[in-house]
């Protein structure tokens, strides 16, 4: 087990959202918890890789360096079955450069037209990474949710899609569903308890 030598643990993220979920879940651990909001002018890292994992690690490599702190980074992405895998690694922007989430959906929804309730799995992929001020990564963790896609969405919790993902077995979306059994069942969940486990053992 490697201890996270570190009192406090910068959020490579803007996003509010992802910040009180984030927070919540590393309550555990007693660390510290900073954003990119608590830094001023910070200069935004690429992220143009190929892959979740590809721009999780520039982040946290990135921001670790620039900001000299210990970083915490995510990328996350939305797989549909019948698309291919898509918006994958371009979930954020899936409607075009700037788009907003409900563009973002209403264009995942138009993808799937006329697609039967039975062919619309999908699953939510989660990737962690931590790197130290020098912008070496010390830990990585994945975490994924299975679920499908709805016809609409439902449910007052969660941002992004999480209000068209139905987890099945609940017949629930994750934004109904709500935080605290998001944090159990949840990708972002799943993967910062394996993160957890290897830096803090448990």
Partial sequence: MFVLPCTTLVLATGNPHKVRELEMLLRPVQVSIKCLADFAA???V???GETLAENARRKAVGYARGLGEWVLADDTGLEVDALGG???VRSARFAGDGATMAENRATLLAELEGVPETRRTARFVCHLV???PAGEVVAEATGQCRGRIRFGGTGEF??????LFEIVEYRRTLAELGPAATSVIGHRGRAVRG???FLWGG
Wanted: hydrophobic share 40%.
């Fill in 46 to 48: 690429d992220e143009g």
């Fill in 130 to 132: 931590v790197a130290n």
């Fill in 86 to 88: 898509a918006p994958g």
């Fill in 42 to 44: 910070t200069a935004p």
């Fill in 158 to 163: 969660g941002f992004g899609y999480d209000s």
């Fill in 195 to 197: 993160l957890m486990a």
